[in-house]
T-cell receptor
Framework: EDKVVQSPLSLVVHEGDTVTLNCSYE??????LLWYKQEKKAPTFLFML????IEKKSGRLSSILDKKELFSILNITATQTGDSAVYLC???????????FGQGTILTVHP | ETGVTQTPRHLVMGMTNKKSLKCEQH?????MYWYKQSAKKPLELMFV???????ENNSVPSRFSPECPNSSHLFLHLHTLQPEDSALYLC??????????FGPGTRLTVL
């Protein structure tokens, strides 16, 4: 059975801190790993990773995939209160629709 | 706005009622998904449709009945639900196995 595990489950930091969120996966015929941010509404897409070692970057957020060790990290530098959200990781294989979400990391950024 | 709409946004129903959730995507995607999100649990994939054909049913109880009349519309018909079915029901769409775009969700309460 496919499995995605995120850590930590929750994290509390202060503005300006840097955080690293982890996502490990065991997925049959792995194809891609995606990161989403969920505030008080539906998840919104952040990154899609398919290749090892290639960093994807968007502003203060970056992510990288390690297909040998089967994990990904999401880094957020210079955190702001607006970064407070649940960060979800989702991994899928080549079989259509086989998508597994992790339990999410609740990030709280205090002023 | 993600291009995926869901109605209603909130629904309260009794255990003997029959209701339907509706999802519509305006993105030209070929795949649509139903997810259930309960408090303190990961997103649970319920159903996947690819070009109107159901490709995934994650052992969902028969009191949930999906319908996909075309690639743009997805319904979830509900009947004789239980209080533990109260949750946020999210619809998403994607082009093939790419990033998913989520609707705002329907907050369902079963009394």
């Amino acid at each position: 059975e496919d499995k995605v595990v995120q850590s930590p489950l929750s994290l509390v930091v202060h503005e300006g801190d840097t955080v690293t969120l982890n996502c490990s996966y065991e997925v049959t015929n792995f194809r891609s790993l995606l990161w989403y941010k969920q505030e008080k509404k539906a998840p919104t897409f952040l990154f899609m990773l398919t290749s090892s070692g290639i960093e994807k970057k968007s502003g203060r957020l970056s992510s990288i995939l390690d297909k040998k060790e089967l994990f990904s990290i999401l880094n957020i530098t210079a955190t702001q209160t607006g970064d407070s959200a649940v960060y979800l990781c989702n991994a899928g294989g080549t079989s259509y629709g086989k998508l597994t979400f992790g339990q999410g990391t609740i990030l709280t950024v205090h002023p | 706005e993600t291009g995926v709409t869901q109605t209603p946004r909130h629904l309260v129903m009794g255990m003997t009622n029959k209701k339907s959730l509706k999802c519509e995507q305006h993105l030209g995607h070929n795949a649509m998904y139903w997810y259930k999100q309960s408090a303190k649990k990961p997103l649970e994939l319920m159903f996947v449709y690819n070009f109107k054909e159901q490709t995934e049913n994650n052992s969902v109880p028969s009191r949930f009945s999906p319908e996909c009349p075309n690639s743009s519309h997805l319904f979830l018909h509900l009947h004789t639900l239980q209080p533990e079915d109260s949750a946020l029901y999210l619809c998403a769409s994607s082009q093939n196995s790419g990033e998913q775009f989520f609707g705002p969700g329907t907050r369902l309460t079963v009394l």
